[in-house]
T-cell receptor, first 114, second 108 residues
C-alpha cells in the first residue's frame, strides 16, 4: 500500500485483558515509531525501531507494554493486563531513516479499556 | 526537560491569515516539524525547518529561529478545510517531541 496502515482501527477491551495492535509501515522504510495520544494531550513517544532492533524503548510507560518488529516490516505493540488509563489512540509512524527524516503516520488504533 | 508550547485554540475567518506560534526547550535539536491533524485522522506532514528562516510551500509557510527556540506556521487564504489541529514537533533524538497541538477553527 501507499501509506502506513494499522489494525484494528478500533478496539474495546475489558480491564485486565491483553491486546495486540499491528502496524504495517511504508515499504522500504527502515525506521518505525509508536506513539500514544490521550484525549487532549500531545503525541507521546513510546518506542523506536531501526530495522528489527529497538534502540530506544524509553517511552514505554510500564513493563506491561512491549513491541516487536519482524522482517524489517510489520510491528506489533502488545499491552498486557490492560488498565483504563491505557485508553488512547495508538499511532504508528515510519520514515526512510531516523532522526531528521519525515515521519509518516498511520490512522491509529483507538483503544478503549472498560 | 523537554517542553513545547503552542496555543490551545485559535479562530479565524475564511480568506484570512493566521499565525500559529510554537516555542520549544529541548535537550537537542535536529529540526522542527509541523503536522496537520483533522479530527479522527492521522497527522499529515506540512513542513520541516532545520535552518533559521522562512520556508514557503503554497498557502503554508513555516519560520524557525533556533536562537530563540521559536517557530511559527503561517496559513494564508484560509479555507474551511483548514479547520484542524496543528502540531509542532521537535526532533531531538530518536523520536519527535510533540506539543499538545493548536486547534484552529475557520468560520465563514
Amino acid at each position: 500500500g501507499a501509506g502506513v496502515s494499522q489494525s484494528p482501527s478500533n478496539k474495546v477491551t475489558e480491564k485486565g485483558k491483553d491486546v495486540e495492535l499491528r502496524c504495517d509501515p511504508i515499504s522500504g522504510h527502515t525506521a518505525l515509531y509508536w506513539y500514544r495520544q490521550r484525549l487532549g494531550q500531545g503525541l507521546e513517544f513510546l518506542i523506536y525501531f531501526q530495522g528489527n532492533s529497538a534502540p530506544d524503548k524509553s517511552g514505554l510507560p510500564s513493563d506491561r507494554f512491549s513491541a516487536e518488529r519482524t522482517g524489517e516490516s510489520v510491528s506489533t505493540l502488545t499491552i498486557q493486563r490492560t488498565q483504563q488509563e491505557d485508553s488512547a489512540v495508538y499511532l504508528c509512524a515510519s520514515s526512510l531513516g531516523g532522526n531528521q527524516e519525515t515521519q509518516y503516520f498511520g490512522p491509529g488504533t483507538r483503544l478503549l479499556v472498560l | 526537560g523537554q517542553n513545547i508550547d503552542q496555543p490551545t485554540e485559535m479562530t479565524a475567518t475564511e480568506g484570512a491569515i493566521v499565525q500559529i506560534n510554537c516555542t520549544y526547550q529541548t535537550s537537542g535539536f535536529n529540526g522542527l516539524f509541523w503536522y496537520q491533524q483533522h479530527a479522527g485522522e492521522a497527522p499529515t506532514f506540512l513542513s520541516y525547518n532545520v535552518l533559521d528562516g522562512l520556508e514557503e510551500k503554497g498557502r503554508f509557510s513555516s519560520f524557525l529561529s533556533r536562537s530563540k527556540g521559536y517557530s511559527y506556521l503561517l496559513l494564508k487564504e484560509l479555507q474551511m478545510k483548514d479547520s484542524a489541529s496543528y502540531l509542532c514537533a521537535v526532533s531531538a533524538g530518536t523520536a519527535l517531541i510533540f506539543g499538545k497541538g493548536t486547534t484552529l477553527s475557520v468560520s465563514s
